[in-house]
Each structure stands twice: as structure tokens, then as C-alpha cells.
């Protein structure tokens, strides 16, 4: 690993990210160490206040270990280890969009294999012992057998979490201008809001549908078939019972308790399914989570003042605070075309905070994340960049001044020069409470790598 002489240096023998209280001794979690010139230097992320980290590089330049690093130390099953130290333990939900965490489960321990020597070799150098970590994993229900070794339990989503936007999206029209969209929009304010009508009896509005709902009211609303085309009525129709065949959408889905519980990593594996259900799946929970917490965090604010512990029954709905993460941002986000999940980011990173909700992602693609989003992160971890493009969008938005000088074998460095000559597993360190930028390596993984 390169040492850099970096100018000024760093007084200490820790770095604590985050820190806004340098007086306090807050929960933290060992993410590495400084890789610059001078005395071994610790440094942790600050994790008792609420944070929107951001991990970039080129691929294979180790950003997902590094994810997998972080979440390691919010998932220790002891409070005090030698990779954390945690006095009130958050929840932790990850999107694993490439299948690489479902090992996470599984601490490292000596094998045959070449690859797990070698992570093993990594951790000794370091001098850190096995952890036990509470990870739960799940996997969207599709139709056939699960093929996952794993054994992950079955995630489903509540049909009726989802918008008639998001149904927009799934089938691939607009809900305003388009005439398939438009119908599908009536159909769902019929069965959700007005109620609707056959031959027979009037059948009352429910926020609680299924797709057999939608199916029934496009089928026989006397109304829908006097406005509406066969044609139209048709297509829409084929679209809807090929949704009502997918195992993922039911009428009572996997409860948001259930994947955020506190000290836990839950392990949320999209790597075998579609993009666009993938981004659904993302967008109901992201929306599902910020309601939760804002009505936990109304109760919370209640008690505090007034010491009453009202909605004492409703409370065991809630969930704790909590991290967000999607590994490989590009995959749910994509520039190219607008989709629910992108506004609910933003949502969540300028407001999450307020409510207890952390975010983090990782990304190849630094200038295709939303611009909203990036103005929201307050620490960034750049792993090693090669595209131009993206080496100045990430110097535009740095969070901290870089130093005065950096050096590698005597020569100096420019900022594009020091991010293309980061090692695998090396970083630069940017955070709104640093007086500067800095080198770190990034600490050993304690549980099994997937990413390889």
C-alpha cells in the first residue's frame, strides 16, 4: 500500500469522522487507517448522529468492501468490540444489487480456498479476530424454487403500497398522457379513492388492494366500458395478469419490522430479479421507512418533553433508527429515465436525518448520481477514479479543503494524479467536519468477501 507525504499533518493517533462534539467519546465504528507519512492513525466513523456517505470508484478498486466494511461495525453483536463500539444499535437495511453480501453471514476462518486465505492474510496483518455479526438475508419471492444457497428468508411487497405512478412505471406508461396510462390511473382512483360500479352493486373504495381489485374493476366498471376502447382495456388487462402471477406482490407483504430490527443487518438480495422491480421494491420501502420514522420520531419527541408514552401499542410497529444502503447506486438509479425511487432520495437525504435515518451508497458513476443528492452527502470515501468526467464532478463536491500539498516517491501530485494512483483498498477521505481531505486504508473485512 503507497504512503503519501501529505501536507499539513495530522496531529493525533485518531481520526474520528463525523465528530461534531470533540469533547465526547460517541459510538464509532473502525473504518482504517491514515495511509500518509507518520505515525499509525485509527480512523473511525462517528455513527450516534445520523450521516449520507457516499462511496465511489472505478470498479474493483474496492468501494464494496469498504460498504462492507462499515456495515460489519453497525452489525457487531457485541456492543464493544475491536471494530466498534456502540452504546444504542440502529437498524441496517442493505440492497445488495450484485449477490455479493450474502456471505456476510459467515465469519472468516482458515481454508483451502486461495481467495479466503488471502482475505484471512489481510485481517491478520492487522491484528483483528473474528466478530459475530446479526445478519438476517432476504430474497424477493419469485415463481420456481429459490436456487440460493444461502438460504435467505422470502421478501414480498404489499400491493397496495404502490402508487398509481408506480404502476406507471412497472408497465411502462405514462399515467397523464398516455391512453393505456390514463385508464390504468382511473382504474386505480376507482378502487382506492371513488369506488366503483358493475351491473350488479357498487363496491367500495379500500387503500388496501390487490391486483385482483384492479383486474376486477377494468374488467366490469360500467363506466370504464363506456369511456374506454376494447383495445385498450385489453392491453391493459394482459399487463396486469402477468403481475398477478408474480409470487412478489401480495396482499400482506413482508413487514417493515421484520427487516429493520435494531443491531441488525438485513441483507436484501435484487441481483436475480428485473430492474424495474427492483427499483419498485426500493422505492416502496424507502417511502414505507420515511413515514414510519417521522411518526416514531413525533412519539419519540412526545415522550422526551412530556414523559408520557402515548400510542404504546402503535410504538411496536415502529422501527428503530436506521441506515439505508444501496451497494452499486447505478443499478436501482438509472440517469437515463425518471422513476419514483430517484425523488424519494432526495427525499430521504435532505430530510432522513431529522427523523433518524442514515444513508450510504456506492457508485462507479460518481456524475450520474442526482446532484440533489450529492449536495445532501456530508462524507464522501473515493476509492480510485480513472474517467475524467468523474474525477472533477467529485473534486466540484468535496465536503473538505484538500491538502496543501500531496507526494508519492518525491514527485507532487495533483488531485486527478493522487486518485488515480490510489491502491486497491486505498481511499481519500472527505467530510464536512475535517479541516482537510485525507489518505486512508481501508480496515480489513472481519466476515467473508463476495466480491471477488
Known amino acids: 500500500m503507497k504512503k503519501f507525504t501529505v501536507k499539513p499533518k495530522f496531529i493525533g493517533r485518531e481520526i474520528i469522522v463525523g ?19 507518520g505515525s499509525v492513525v485509527s480512523v473511525f466513523l462517528e455513527v450516534a448522529s445520523e450521516h449520507v456517505v457516499a462511496i465511489f470508484g472505478k470498479r474493483g478498486s474496492g468501494k464494496s468492501y469498504t460498504l462492507g466494511s462499515i456495515v460489519e461495525g453497525l452489525s457487531t453483536r457485541s456492543k464493544k468490540t475491536a471494530i466498534s463500539t456502540i452504546s444504542k444499535k440502529k437498524a441496517v437495511l442493505l440492497f445488495d444489487t450484485l ?33 459475530s455479526l446479526d445478519v438476517l438475508l432476504f430474497e424477493p419471492k419469485q415463481n420456481g424454487t429459490s436456487l440460493s444457497l444461502s438460504n435467505p428468508a422470502l421478501f414480498t411487497l404489499n400491493t397496495s403500497d404502490l402508487s398509481a405512478s408506480d404502476w406507471g412505471y412497472l408497465l411502462g406508461v405514462d399515467i397523464y398522457s398516455d391512453r393505456i396510462g390514463q385508464l390504468l390511473n382511473e382504474v386505480y382512483i376507482k378502487v382506492t379513492q371513488e369506488g366503483w360500479r358493475d351491473e350488479k352493486r357498487h363496491f367500495s373504495p379500500s387503500q388496501s388492494y390487490s391486483i385482483e381489485d384492479l383486474i376486477n374493476c377494468l ?174 464532478y467529485v473534486k466540484r463536491n468535496l465536503k473538505s479543503a484538500l491538502p496543501d500539498e500531496i507526494k508519492y516517491s518525491g514527485r507532487n501530485l495533483a488531485f486527478d494524479e493522487s486518485l488515480r494512483s490510489l491502491d486497491v483498498g486505498q481511499a481519500l477521505v472527505s467530510n464536512t467536519e475535517l479541516d482537510r481531505a485525507f489518505f486512508m486504508d481501508v480496515r480489513p473485512r472481519i466476515s467473508i468477501h463476495g466480491g471477488f
Open 19 to 37: 465528530l461534531q462534539d470533540e469533547k465526547s467519546y460517541p459510538d464509532r465504528i473502525l473504518i482504517g487507517r491514515l495511509a500518509e507519512i
Open 99 to 131: 449477490g455479493i453480501y450474502q456471505w456476510m453471514r459467515f465469519p472468516l476462518k482458515e481454508s483451502s480456498s486461495e481467495i479466503i486465505k488471502s482475505q484471512i492474510s489481510l485481517q491478520k496483518r492487522w491484528n483483528l479476530q473474528p466478530e
Open 219 to 392: 374488467k366490469s366498471d360500467s363506466e370504464i366500458s363506456q369511456i374506454y376502447h376494447t383495445e385498450t382495456k385489453r392491453a391493459l388487462l394482459q399487463q396486469l395478469l402477468t403481475f398477478s402471477h408474480n409470487p412478489l406482490f401480495q396482499k400482506e407483504g413482508t413487514k417493515l419490522e421484520e427487516l429493520l430490527k435494531p443491531g441488525y443487518l438485513s441483507i436484501l438480495l435484487l441481483h436475480k430479479i428485473p430492474d424495474d422491480l427492483r427499483l419498485i421494491i426500493a422505492s416502496s420501502l424507502i417511502k414505507k421507512i420515511i413515514e414510519n420514522r417521522i411518526q416514531a420520531s413525533e412519539i419519540e419527541k412526545h415522550k422526551l418533553i412530556t414523559g408520557e408514552a402515548k400510542h404504546s401499542i402503535f410504538n411496536k410497529n415502529y422501527i428503530p433508527p436506521c441506515w439505508v444502503v444501496i451497494d452499486e447506486a447505478q443499478n436501482i438509479l438509472p440517469a437515463e429515465r425518471k422513476n419514483p425511487a430517484g425523488e424519494l432520495l432526495v427525499k430521504l437525504v435532505r430530510e432522513g436525518r431529522n427523523f433518524g435515518i442514515s444513508f450510504m451508497l456506492t457508485t462507479q458513476q460518481p456524475s450520474a448520481i442526482d446532484s440533489r443528492i450529492l449536495a445532501q452527502v456530508d462524507t464522501m470515501i473515493i476509492h480510485r477514479l480513472t474517467v475524467q468526467q468523474d474525477i472533477e
